[in-house]
């Protein structure tokens, strides 16, 4: 290494790409460890996630180093990694886990008990999940790195399609989640709120399931005309509040058997004004009896710029009562990325699921990384994707 740069978060709305410290094999606190690498980063992704701490709508001390959806190459390996060696690309899952512990045996990867100390779960650049150093980089420690990295069987081949395989991280299989906790499976129909990043992978999961119809939800009018381009029904909410009329006039009832919540705690009602629960609501509202709601969207224990007073400390306004007596299903929660992540680098790998293009993958340098940060903000159609060493480009 010769010298380490990252993208550091400054305040409300104000991000930089500035020199930051050589990664080492330290976990949080400063202890040593031996079962961690160092990674060149090949690609690291920009994440609605980070937008929400970037806006200044999480408690995100000034300073971090973000990042959380990293592809990268070993270039040193701790004395007890076994499985992986200096050389491997390898794509590490946005969830940092033991391996160990009882949450991680069971493969809930997302709420692992002892990487955190002060909640169930880690992350790389993030608020409030452990401290770990973000990935938005040109290089990074990832711990534990023979239970976490998924490495490409053939380099070459990887770096071919790398523009692909950099959703593994975060973005697809969380959408690929999302699909699966709605109980997607052949036939069904699905509703998407939102037609960002997320709601397009999780759209792309719906389709490689079988689902009959897929409809995506959305004010962006950019974001649904991708949306259509790519293969999906566009749902304009800009038309009108009524939702269930909206997918009626597409699968000819008010009602779908999967709904899928790729909005989280900063959703907008029809007004325009934000209505934190509004999509929560609406999934219970137009889900069918028995029908099932999965929500990877990013709901947060405490939001310091939410308009409502309750939802400051996360409480929400919900009809509750109206998903209990329809017998529908929720899930929530971080995705454990393991849980899918080999297979959805087998469809990819074999062609059968061309995510990049879905999600309007767009390479940009790392040190534009504040550039890519304002045009996702102001709701640009594509997924922007870091290249902190120019290898992307050739």
Not at 40 to 46: A, D, F, Q, R
Request: with cysteine; aromatic share 6%; glycine share 14%.
């Amino acid at each position: 290494m010769s010298g380490n740069r990252g993208v550091v978060y400054l305040g409300k709305d104000r991000v930089e790409v500035q020199s930051i410290d050589d990664p080492k094999m330290e976990a949080p606190g400063g202890h040593a460890i031996t079962h961690a690498v160092i990674l060149k980063v090949v690609s690291t992704n920009i994440c609605g996630s980070d937008q929400h701490m970037v806006r200044g709508r999480t408690t995100a001390p000034e300073g971090l180093v973000l990042g959380h959806e990293i592809t990268g190459e070993v270039i040193e390996a701790g004395v007890d990694v076994e499985m992986i060696k200096k050389g491997d690309l390898v794509s590490v899952p946005f969830n940092v886990a033991c391996g160990r512990c009882r949450t991680c045996r069971e493969g809930h990867t997302g709420v692992c008990l002892t990487v955190n100390p002060g909640r169930a779960g880690g992350a790389y650049g993030y608020v409030d999940m452990g401290g770990w150093i973000g990935g938005q980089s040109q290089y990074v420690m990832v711990p534990y790195a023979d239970f976490n990295l998924l490495r490409f069987p053939d380099k070459d081949q990887a770096m071919a399609q790398i523009r692909d395989l950099t959703m593994l991280s975060d973005i697809l299989p969380t959408g690929f989640h999302g699909a699966i906790s709605a109980k997607v499976g052949v036939g069904s129909t699905v509703y998407i709120a939102g037609a960002g990043p997320v709601g397009l992978a999780a759209a792309a999961s719906a389709r490689i399931l079988g689902a009959a119809v897929v409809m995506i939800g959305d004010f962006n009018a950019g974001r649904l005309a991708h949306a259509k381009a790519v293969g999906f029904e566009p749902v304009d909410l800009s038309k009108h509040d009524r939702l269930g009329d909206l997918i009626e006039q597409i699968v000819k009832v008010p009602e779908v058997d999967s709904f899928i919540d790729c909005v989280g705690f900063e959703a907008r009602g029809h007004s325009g004004g934000e209505q934190p629960a509004v999509v929560l609501n609406q999934a219970m509202e137009v889900t069918r009896a028995a029908g099932s709601i999965g929500i990877p969207g990013l709901y947060v224990t405490a939001d310091p710029g939410a308009a409502e007073e309750g939802a400051k400390q996360g409480s929400l306004s919900l009809r509750f009562g109206q998903g209990w007596a329809k017998s529908q299903q929720f899930h929530t929660g971080q995705t454990p990325t393991m849980r899918y992540n080999r297979q959805l680098m087998q469809a990819i790998l074999h062609g059968r699921l061309p995510i990049a293009e879905i999600v309007g993958a767009t390479v940009i340098p790392l040190e534009e990384a504040a550039r890519g940060y304002k045009a996702f903000d102001d709701g640009a159609a594509k997924k922007f994707v870091l290249d902190p060493h120019g290898m992307l480009a050739a």
